[in-house]
């Protein structure tokens, strides 16, 4: 941090999203411009598969609104979707159970292609929720 501000390699943004499937691919889109504006484009395909999963949780298993956060700083990049159910996420099953298993296997996805994963309770926009995140070394 600088006195005028975060340094020029620190930056966060947040895209609000409606309940909505099809805002999966609108976060996907705007992640991918994000990180090739920033010159992190050797992060986009595993971000956007982690931000897809993210967020497809936060719109199919909730009513309410959702967000996507993006964050990087100190090398890292942290991806996080908020949505308005206070409840943790399932724990991620193994990615090594039967191909005929139709959910679950997204938090092992996460797990899997992240560096690191957790989750905490976050009330935005006058809702209780919580923000699932994940994050990626950018070296």
């Known amino acids: 941090m600088t006195e005028t501000g975060p340094a020029p390699d620190s930056w966060e943004y947040s895209l609000y999203i409606p309940s909505d499937p099809r805002a999966v691919t609108v976060c996907r889109r705007t992640l991918r411009l994000i990180l090739t504006l920033h010159g992190l484009i050797h992060l986009v395909d595993t971000a956007e598969l982690l931000a897809s999963e993210l967020v497809s949780n936060a719109v199919l298993h909730t ?3 959702a967000c996507l956060r993006l964050r990087f700083r100190d090398g890292v990049l942290q991806i996080g979707a908020w949505d308005a159910d206070p409840e ?49 070394n950018a070296a």
């Open 63 to 65: 009513k309410g609104p």
């Open 88 to 136: 943790p996420p399932e724990p991620p099953s193994r990615l090594e159970e039967p191909a005929d298993v139709e959910s679950g296997r997204g938090m092992a996805l996460v797990r899997a292609c992240s560096d690191l994963w957790h989750w905490q309770p976050l009330s935005r926009m006058g809702h209780r929720g919580k923000l699932v995140w994940c994050e990626l």
